[in-house]
């Protein structure tokens, strides 16, 4: 290849970037910007962007891909299965928190905008699994936490720190394993048997039934809060 012909490619990549990144800053303002609208912010002129994507749809296709490949590289960054289970859970947060945040538009789109988009978010939950899996045998999970039931409410404080944007990714990243790891309370946890319900005033009418109580610690992730059926 001449160094022209590179020189050549270089320009269209940067240019494709440059439209990608204009287009996640303008649908995530209004996600019902035309093509035109998005040209202008990319600094290009309209028939530039229609020669590289055939359609609107196409470019938001283009958009996901490249969110989903970024998303996929910050979890690599962080070496999942090298580095200390609480090194990894930290740094792991942090750079997917930069990339939700950077491409919130294109990353909502989730696991069903095509199959690869969905290959990769298989294989970043099946990491995420084993992850939270080292994390319980080195002692970071507490033994009667399930692991399936952390990584829930995990992704759900992502979703929720990354919706915030309250911070910088790192910051939210060590409020957001604190939290996980920690709680929000003293630390003292419910009691092993379920609370009585208080008794109702004189006169009252009892109530229809007692009032449902949190799930202790390792119980069925299925009322788990999530952040939609994508992980992270």
């Excluded at 989730?110 to 002692?139: D, I, K, T």
């Excluded at 309250?166 to 604190?178: M, Y």
Aim: glycine share 6%.
């Amino acid at each position: 290849m001449s160094g022209t012909t590179r020189a050549l490619r270089s320009d269209a990549e940067r240019t494709v970037q440059a439209i990608l990144e204009a287009a996640e800053r303008v649908l995530s303002r209004n996600p019902a910007a035309s093509m035109e609208q998005i040209a202008e912010a990319a600094g290009v002129a309209r028939t530039t962007v229609h020669r590289r994507f055939a359609s609107r749809e196409s470019l938001v296709e283009a958009m996901t891909e490249w969110a989903t490949r970024q998303f996929a590289a910050a979890v690599d960054a962080a070496r999942p299965e090298q580095a200390p289970p609480l090194v990894a859970l930290y740094q792991v947060t942090a750079n997917v928190l930069r990339v939700k945040i950077d491409w919130g538009f294109a990353m909502s789109r989730g696991p069903s905008a095509g199959a690869e988009v969905a290959r990769v978010h298989s294989e970043v939950e099946a990491r995420c699994e084993r992850l939270f899996q080292q994390a319980r045998a080195a002692g970071v999970l507490r033994e009667d936490v399930e692991p399936e039931w952390a990584r829930r409410v995990y992704y759900a404080l992502i979703h929720e720190a990354a919706q915030s944007r309250d911070g910088e990714p790192e910051a939210l990243a060590g409020r957001l394993v604190d939290t996980l790891l920690r709680g929000v309370g003293p630390g003292s946890g419910l009691p092993s048997t379920p609370l009585a319900a208080p008794s109702p005033p004189s006169g009252a009418p009892a109530p229809a039934s007692s009032p449902s109580v949190a799930p202790a610690a390792g119980s069925s992730p299925s009322a788990a809060p999530t952040a939609g059926s994508s992980p992270l």
